[in-house]
């Protein structure tokens, strides 16, 4: 009986396998079948998308329109070829266009970005023709002044209009009303992140408030699309800008937008609240090195030695008891790279290495962030003469000091 049953056992095992290998068999064929179809669509849209972006770099905004046809045409129901068209009509203060391209976006792809841009651009029409309007009833256009055009009916209408040629070639640029101001309106877009998973978080609130006081009004908000991204068009300058979300710990972050352009990325990195006890790194660095990686090491006072990385992602004590964990490893530069302590009993040091030892830790721009119940993160920012290893805190049994020194 038993030999039998070993038999049956042997042949479960062995025909397991084989239904096993012929399905990763056929895995990897497919995968080759959908990875070939994919890259004979992929490469047409995404080599125009960036093709268009480099004639945009050189000035030559005419080009850059005929490509972001040609790749609306290619691919009517994604959203960032409508977007590249709009930025461009909007550099060269062709509004009507824009929004005729954004609205024809909208239609097709029900992006919230392109929604978002639509509306800011239909606000600053509406503001632009109220201050031409006033202007008109005071005094009259100076002598040297273009006579300003009446915006057609379609403009007026908040249902995009419909069957617009896809395909029409652009009029000459066109002078701007003095109540525009385009050109010191920037776009500040990008994405909430969650420092836990590294993926967008959606329904998060940015507040944006003037540089000179977090507690000033807010000047314009946002709130993050179902991946995360948000977009918000702002002055010129310096803000603050608060984030918040429920079950996340609200962050300010400073940024300045830079002079002499219409568009920024900034994407901001938030955590989720903290149990009692509980504290988190945040690691985040520019694009180069590619991976850098956060240690934590040192005991717990039941004499447990505690070591985390990427390697071993969490360390528990003796009562198996989580004592903390890696909770994200980017290996593909700018982090967030996260590590949570859940139970600081003991005496530790957090450091960070650089994993391809380039000797370039100072050039990283690596700033870690630490957060304990109650208060602001501590910011420590990466110094001058580190090459592979930054000892960044020690925490003794939950009271952190910072040492921000080289360890190598
Ligand atoms: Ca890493």
């Known amino acids: 009986m038993e030999g039998s049953s070993e038999d049956r056992r042997r042949k479960t095992v ?66 960032e070829a409508y977007l590249g068209l709009a930025r461009v009509y909007r550099m060269t203060a062709r509004i009507e266009q824009a929004l005729e391209v954004l609205r024809r976006g909208f239609r097709y792809t029900g992006s919230d970005r392109i929604s978002w841009m639509l509306a800011e651009i239909e606000q600053m029409w509406k503001d632009a023709q ?25 403009l007026q209408e908040d249902i995009p209009s419909l069957t617009p040629p896809l395909l029409r070639m652009p009029s000459a640029p ?10 010191s309106k920037v776009t500040l877009y990008g994405t909430v992140v969650d420092a836990a998973t590294g993926e967008g978080l959606a ?48 962050e300010d972050f400073r940024v300045a937008l830079a002079d002499s352009i219409v568009e920024q990325q900034e994407d901001f990195v938030v955590t989720s609240e903290l149990a009692v006890d509980e504290i988190r790194i945040v690691l985040a660095w ?63 040091e957090y450091y960070v290495q650089d994993y391809t030892f380039s000797g370039t830790m100072s050039d990283s721009h690596a700033q870690v962030k630490i957060y304990v119940r109650g208060g602001a993160p501590i910011v420590v920012n990466v110094p001058e003469g580190i090459h592979n290893e930054w000892s960044v805190c020690r925490i003794e049994h939950g009271r952190v000091s910072v040492t921000n020194t080289a360890r190598d």
């Open 14 to 79: 062995v025909t397991v396998a084989m239904a096993a290998l012929i399905l990763v068999v056929l895995a990897i064929v497919g995968s080759l079948v959908i990875t070939s179809c994919d890259l004979s669509v992929d490469v047409g849209y995404e080599e125009r998308l960036r093709q268009a972006q480099v004639a945009l770099d050189k000035g030559e905004y005419e080009t850059a329109i005929l490509i972001y046809e040609q790749a609306i045409e290619e691919r009517i129901a994604e959203p």
């Open 130 to 154: 109220a201050a031409d309007s006033k202007r008109g009833a005071g005094a009259p256009p100076a002598a040297d002044e273009e006579p300003q055009e009446e915006p057609d009916e379609e």
């Open 174 to 183: 066109r002078s701007v009303g003095p109540g525009m101001m385009l050109e």
């Open 203 to 250: 329904s998060a609130t940015l507040d944006m408030r003037s540089a000179s006081s977090l507690a000033s009004s807010s000047l314009a908000s946002a709130e993050t699309d179902r991946d995360g991204t948000y977009s918000v068009l702002l002055e010129q300058g310096e803000y603050w800008v608060t984030v918040t979300k429920d079950g996340y710990l609200q």
């Open 286 to 348: 520019g694009p180069s090195p590619s991976d850098l990686d956060a240690h934590l090491t040192g005991s717990l006072d039941s004499g447990t030695s505690v070591g985390v990385d990427f390697r071993n992602k969490e360390a528990y004590d003796a009562e198996g008891n989580l004592v903390a964990d890696l909770d994200l490893d980017d290996t593909n530069g700018e982090g967030p790279e996260t590590l949570t302590l859940h139970d600081p009993v003991g005496s530790f």
